[in-house]
Each structure stands twice: as C-alpha cells, then as structure tokens.
C-alpha cells in the first residue's frame, strides 16, 4: 500500500478524533451544573471543569485520543517509530479495539444517546474509530513493532487508569462504568472487574503481537528515534 494512501486513512482518523472531541467537549459545557449529580457515568450535576474532566476519564475518550495523536503522528509519517512510540501505538491499538467490542456486546444495550451531537459522537467513538484502527493498521501497519518491552510499557495505561477512576471516584463519588462503581460494589468486586478487563486487553494485546509476527512486516527507517 502507498505511503500516501497511509497518510490519508490516518489522518481521516486525527480529523474524525478531533472533531468528536470538541463536540463532546461541547456537550459537556452546555449541560447544567445544577442540582449536584453523581450518576454512573453523566456529565451534569458539576461545575464545568469537572464536566469537562469527567469526559477525559472515560477509558473510551482516551482510547480516541491515543487513536487520534498515533494517526496523527503516522499521517506525517507513516514510518514513525521510537521504542515509547511503539507502546502508545500498541496502547492505542488494544484500546480502542476493546472499546468497539465492550460497547457493542454490553453497552449498546445500556446506552441511548440523544441528539444529533450525542449519536454522531457516539458512533465515532465506538464504532468508526474502532474500525478504522483495525482496518488501517491490518492495511498498512507499521509492522514489526511489537515486543516484549512494549507490551509492558503499553499495559501501564490501562492499570494507571483504574488506579486514578479509583482515587477520583473516592473523592468525587462519581464514576465512568458501572464495573467500577465502587459505590455499588465495593472495592473488591471493582478489583476482580478490573483484573478481568486487563486480562481482556492483554488477550488482545497478545493478537496484536502474533499479528505483528505473522502479517507482512512494513518498512522501518534506517534510524529508529527515542519518543
């Protein structure tokens, strides 16, 4: 596949990423502050900047915004390397596959979005995104960049982000998932649900990694830089 092919899927992906970012932003800001709200993954019932950080806590918003920087990064380049490159890149990677897969099996039928702002976001987010993550990195890598040294690396997000919801969640009494709402189901059943979805992500992770091994290998630079 050609180089500037590459670079248009990925940046198709940074536009879409970014615009559904500042729409959910925006979504966030409009909704009231007022009375106090503490339900399960809402945004009202805050002041602003807390509105707008309970968006950013939401494992689905990040995994966009890892989707979004890597395609960014791969559409200037799309030989982009560095051994922390690779492991945001893997992390992006699992992430919002999982997000596809969690949102479309379990969520969906929890879910209901409203307004045209709430169901196009949501559709990016969890549907087209996903795919196009899949689909470009199938297509055009870069592979080989799966080692054992990313996979630690890359694995750290996902644990750095219960371990923040957890602190968050005691302080605000608010939370992104109903797996990890503490409130409901105390601190040991949120572990066991923690442990489960990062034993999903490393499942995942480990596809990544034969798919690396196995698919054809993609061209790397002469001179791989640090990230």
Aim: hydrophobic fraction near 50%; charged fraction near 15%.
């Amino acid at each position: 596949m050609s180089n500037r092919l590459a670079r248009s899927w990925n940046l198709a992906i940074a536009v879409l990423v970014a615009l559904a970012i500042l729409v959910q932003v925006w979504i966030a800001i409009r909704v009231s502050a007022t009375p106090p709200g503490h339900a399960v993954g809402t945004l009202r019932g805050t002041p602003t900047a807390n509105r707008v950080l309970r968006v950013l806590s939401f494992f689905t918003i990040q995994s966009n915004i890892f989707s979004g920087v890597t395609s960014g990064e791969l559409a200037r380049n799309p030989n982009r390397d560095g051994r922390i490159w690779r492991a945001v890149r893997l992390a992006a990677l699992y992430g919002i596959t999982v997000t596809g897969i969690v949102y479309g099996t379990v969520l969906a039928k929890i879910h209901e979005p409203h307004g045209w702002q709430e169901t196009t976001t949501n559709a990016v987010f969890h549907y087209i995104v996903p795919i196009m993550m899949v689909v470009g990195w199938l297509l055009f890598g870069p592979r080989r960049r799966i080692e054992g040294r990313t996979i630690a690396l890359a694995i750290l997000w996902p644990v750095a982000w219960f371990t923040y919801i957890l602190i968050y969640g005691r302080l605000t009494k608010w939370y992104p998932y109903p797996f990890v709402d503490v409130i409901t189901h105390g601190y040991g059943r949120v572990v066991v649900n923690a442990s489960l979805v990062v034993a999903v992500l490393l499942v995942v992770t480990s596809l990544y990694w034969l798919g690396d091994r196995r698919l054809r290998a993609t061209r790397v630079p002469r001179t791989i830089g640090e990230a």
